[in-house]
């Protein structure tokens, strides 16, 4: 069975960055690409990007271009803001899925989901 | 504003059939196969239907999905009590490069 477990709750200042975690459990690092979704309060879901774990490669949403890296080591994925706004505040959900473009491809098995509280 | 259009609601009684629409446009559900999630009040979204019509193993056949040009839809059957949650339409876009979702429907069993 495949489990995928993020790290905590995060309170952060606006202007801080943030790193949280996802860890893959039950598939080889060949077999899937971490998805990373952004759930604001009371909104939809948003697609931020992929990385590949087996090499690195990762691409990114417009919308999240430039403000987001998301990276991965083996097992383990990462998305990092370098500096965080209030409308960060969000539920955020790391997914895998077994491709990366294109559209021939499913988000399957989710993490919990990781809240990131940015507030003065 | 989400890419993919959804009704913010929709409801049914225990047994009925009703439907979830998902409009969308050429550069996404036309061209492309459309997911459904469904995300229970504090969970995470579950894969419901891939690739338009599949279901995952362990998703019963009360649900399908189909697709028709720019829209698709998805059914449930027989609904009960426990399918009151939100349902999201996901596709990838090939003019954006990415994935774009609809803005949810609340399902209501009355």
């Known amino acids: 069975e495949v489990q995928v477990v993020q790290s905590g709750a995060e309170v952060k200042k606006p202007g801080a960055p943030l790193k949280i975690s996802c860890k893959v459990f039950?598939?080889?690092?060949?077999?899937?690409?971490i998805h990373w979704i952004q759930q604001a309060p009371g909104k939809g879901l948003e697609w931020m990007g992929f990385?590949?774990?087996?090499?690195?490669e990762s691409v990114y949403a417009e919308t999240f271009h430039g403000r987001v890296t998301i990276s991965a080591d083996t097992d383990i994925a990462f998305m990092e803001f370098r500096s965080l706004r209030a409308d960060d505040t969000a539920i955020y959900y790391c997914?895998?899925?077994?491709?990366?473009?294109?559209?021939?491809?499913?988000?399957?098995?989710w993490g919990q989901g990781t809240l990131v509280t940015v507030s003065s | 504003q989400s890419v993919l259009t959804q009704p913010p609601s929709a409801s049914g009684t225990p047994g009925q059939r009703v439907t979830i629409s998902c409009s969308g446009s050429t550069s996404n559900i036309e061209r492309n196969t459309v997911n459904w999630y469904r995300q229970l009040p504090g969970t995470a979204p579950k894969l419901l239907i891939s690739t338009t019509d599949r279901r995952p193993s362990g998703v019963p056949d009360r649900f399908s999905g189909s697709k028709s040009g720019m829209s698709a839809s998805l059914a449930i059957s027989g609904l009960q009590s426990e399918d009151e949650a939100l349902y999201y339409c996901?596709?990838?876009?090939?003019?954006?490069?990415?994935?774009?979702f609809g803005g949810g429907t609340k399902l209501t069993v009355l």
């Open positions: 039950g598939l080889g690092v060949t077999d899937y690409y």
């Open positions: 990385v590949d774990p087996e090499d690195g």
């Open positions: 997914t895998t899925a077994p491709g990366g473009v294109g559209p021939v491809n499913w988000f399957d098995s």
């Open positions: 996901a596709a990838w876009d090939d003019s954006l490069n990415g994935w774009v």
